[in-house]
């Protein structure tokens, strides 16, 4: 949320792309550790990869469609004229 300029920044479509791409970045990381986890990620009798493969995929597929939504760049935080007063000058100086 602070990459995107901090919470008074961002929009309620913002949020709610943010949240489910921190569901998907869970999900995807508990796959991840069970796939590290396993002697192999092919189904040697089939020979083929497993289907938690393909499902892991689709997942970071969506989690880079999420970040590309909320954008790829880093905003700066927005200030007010008296809160960057006070941060640079401290309260004093408003008076």
């Given at each position: 949320m602070d990459d995107?300029?901090?919470?008074?920044?961002?929009?309620?479509?913002?949020?709610t792309?943010?949240?489910l791409a921190t569901r998907t970045k869970v999900?995807?990381?508990g796959i991840d550790a069970?796939?590290?986890?396993?002697?192999s990620l092919?189904?040697?009798?089939?020979?083929?990869?497993?289907?938690i493969v393909?499902?892991?995929q689709q997942l970071a597929d969506s989690l880079a469609?999420?970040?590309?939504m909320l954008g790829l760049e880093r905003r700066g935080k927005v200030y007010d004229l008296s809160d960057y007063v006070v941060?640079?000058?401290?309260?004093?100086?408003q008076d």
């Amino acid at each position: 949320m602070d990459d995107l300029g901090g919470p008074d920044q961002v929009s309620a479509q913002q949020l709610t792309v943010l949240e489910l791409a921190t569901r998907t970045k869970v999900l995807l990381d508990g796959i991840d550790a069970w796939l590290f986890e396993q002697p192999s990620l092919v189904n040697k009798r089939e020979r083929r990869l497993f289907a938690i493969v393909k499902e892991r995929q689709q997942l970071a597929d969506s989690l880079a469609r999420y970040m590309s939504m909320l954008g790829l760049e880093r905003r700066g935080k927005v200030y007010d004229l008296s809160d960057y007063v006070v941060e640079n000058y401290g309260e004093e100086a408003q008076d």
